[in-house]
C-alpha cells in the first residue's frame, strides 16, 4: 500500500474513533481493534498472532490520544465528576502495566472468542439502551468504584478497549448519573486506562524484529498518525453530544459492531 494512502487512511480512521470517542464515551477502541485487524495484514507481513497483538498495542496507543482529548474538551465544558473519575482510575493503573506481559503469551484463538461475546454484549446493549431515566438505579457506595476500575482495566488490555462500554453503565445504573454526565466522566478512567495499558504493551517482551517502527508491540507509524486524527475527531464528538440523538447513534454503532465480530471470529 503507497505511503501516501496509508497515512490519509490511518488519518481518516483516527478522526473517526475521536468522534466516537467524544460523542459516545467509548474510547475510540471498539472502532480501531476490529479496523486494524483488517487493514494491518494488508500493509505488513506479520503471523496472524502477531498481528493480533500488535493491533491492540496500537490500538491503545491511539486511544489514548482520543480519550486523552475527549478528557480534556469534557472538563473545558465541566461535564466530568472528578472524584468518581480518579476512584475508577486507580484500578487500571496497575492492570495496565502489569497485563500486557501475561495476555502475550495466550494464544489469539484463545482471546478471540472471550472478545467475540464481550463486543456482542456491547452491540446487544448499544441497541436496546433506552433513556436513562426510566431505568431503576441502584446507588453503590463510592469504593466499589476501585474494583470496577480493576476488572474493566484487565478487559481492556485483552481487548484494546478503554473500559467506556462498561464505565458508562456503571455510572447511569448504580450511580445515578445522566447520560451526558456519564460520558465525560468515564473519559478520564479510560484515558488513564488507555494509556498505562500501551506502557504495559511498549515494555512487554517481544523477541521478533517488525517491519516498521516500533516500541515493544506498539506500531507506531500507524499509533500517532491515528492518534493526531483522533484529536481533531474527539473535538468534534464533544461538540456533537449536545445536538446529536445518541440513540441513534447508539443503534446504528451496534449493527457495525456486529459486522466487525463475524471478522473477529473469521
Known amino acids: 500500500m503507497d505511503l501516501l494512502i496509508e497515512i490519509v487512511l490511518f488519518l481518516l480512521l483516527g478522526v473517526i474513533t475521536g468522534i466516537v470517542a467524544g460523542l459516545l464515551g467509548l474510547g475510540?477502541?471498539?472502532?480501531?481493534?476490529?479496523?486494524?485487524?483488517?487493514?494491518?495484514?494488508?500493509?505488513?507481513?506479520?503471523?496472524?498472532?502477531?498481528?493480533?497483538?500488535i493491533a491492540v498495542a496500537t490500538t491503545l496507543l491511539a486511544g489514548s490520544f482520543a480519550a486523552g482529548s475527549s478528557a480534556i474538551?469534557?472538563?473545558h465544558i465541566r461535564n466530568i465528576d472528578f472524584k468518581k473519575s480518579v476512584l475508577l482510575s486507580i484500578g487500571p493503573v496497575f492492570t495496565g502495566l502489569l497485563g500486557p506481559e501475561i495476555y502475550v503469551s495466550f494464544h489469539p484463538a484463545i482471546i478471540k472468542p472471550i472478545l467475540a461475546v464481550i463486543f456482542l454484549f456491547v452491540s446487544v446493549k448499544l441497541f436496546l439502551e433506552k433513556d436513562s431515566s426510566n431505568i431503576a438505579k441502584i446507588k453503590l457506595n463510592d469504593i466499589?468504584?476501585?474494583?470496577?476500575?480493576?476488572?474493566?482495566?484487565?478487559?481492556?488490555v485483552m481487548s484494546g478497549i478503554g473500559g467506556?462500554?462498561?464505565?458508562?453503565?456503571v455510572?447511569?445504573?448504580l450511580y445515578s448519573f445522566d447520560m451526558k454526565l456519564a460520558v465525560g466522566t468515564a473519559t478520564f478512567p479510560i484515558t488513564i486506562t488507555m494509556i498505562f495499558s500501551t506502557i504495559g504493551y511498549?515494555?512487554?517482551?517481544?523477541?521478533?524484529?517488525?517491519d516498521?517502527?516500533?516500541?515493544?508491540?506498539?506500531?507506531l507509524d500507524a499509533g500517532i498518525v491515528l492518534g493526531v486524527g483522533a484529536v481533531f475527531g474527539s473535538y468534534l464528538g464533544v461538540k456533537?453530544?449536545?445536538?446529536t440523538p445518541v440513540a441513534i447513534i447508539r443503534k446504528i454503532f451496534s449493527i457495525f459492531l456486529l459486522i466487525f465480530i463475524y471478522k473477529l471470529l473469521a
Not at 511498549?202 to 517488525?210: D, K, L, P, R, Y
Open 144 to 156: 466499589w468504584l476501585v474494583f470496577i476500575g480493576i476488572v474493566v482495566g484487565a478487559i481492556s
Open 171 to 173: 455510572l447511569l445504573y
Open 28 to 53: 475510540g477502541g471498539i472502532v480501531l481493534m476490529p479496523s486494524l485487524l483488517i487493514i494491518f495484514p494488508h500493509i505488513y507481513n506479520l503471523n496472524p498472532e502477531l498481528t493480533f497483538f
Open 240 to 243: 456533537l453530544i449536545v445536538h
Open 73 to 75: 474538551n469534557h472538563l
Open 202 to 210: 511498549a515494555i512487554a517482551s517481544v523477541g521478533t524484529e517488525f
Open 212 to 219: 516498521f517502527h516500533n516500541i515493544g508491540y506498539i506500531n
Open 164 to 169: 467506556g462500554i462498561f464505565f458508562i453503565p
